[in-house]
């Protein structure tokens, strides 16, 4: 089984819809995070978690929330989402004492029509 | 502003050459350099991560260089196989709440045989 899975791993949907994007990790580590990644473009980060009480804006936030809903999950969700959110998603994971994700995910390829 | 530029943007050598990636960057200050390798349609997975005091680390076949005072980085490949072909990123972390990271484009290879 994969580290770290995330759901669906693609998914077509219209402007305007409310979308969540899952991420659940077997690795045991504390900190976790949603990156976006466009064409020719470095992946962005959007938002991370230190700990299940910890959440913090990334570079990219603005028209994403996200739930740590336990140590091992981590979600995002789009409210109203928007052509321009359409891009490669990917969770990431890392522990404490390494600068940086270690682990990622397969991504969710999400398209917005 | 921190940035990381990556060159060449894409290569095409034969299975069984040597080849190498070079990553540049302005970020500061300084924490660590990783380079990933992301095949199509998979997260990156980490190949070495070096800090300020390192100038060299390898895995396998895949060899790192870090030169702090000119803030250059390079991958060096050595006897490329098929299975060599992917993206690698370059993603240097600063020394901040967090550990930002900023990520490189990329390098996209293509081993043919």
Redesign the interface.
Known sequence: DADVTQTPRNRITKTGKRIMLECSQTKGHDRMYWYRQDPGLGLRLIYYSFDVKDINKGEISDGYSVSRQAQAKFSLSLESAIPNQTALYFCATSDSWTGGPQHFGDGTRLSIL | KNQ?EQSPQSLIILEGKNCTLQCNYTVSPF??L?WYKQDT??????LT?MTFSENTKSNGRYTATLDADTKQSSLHITASQLSDSASY?C?V?AQAA?????????TRVLVKP
Do not use: D, E, Y
């Open positions: 990381v924490s660590n990783r349609g998979r997260g990156p997975v980490s991560i990123i993603v972390s967090g550990n930002k990271l900023t990520f490189g484009g990329g």
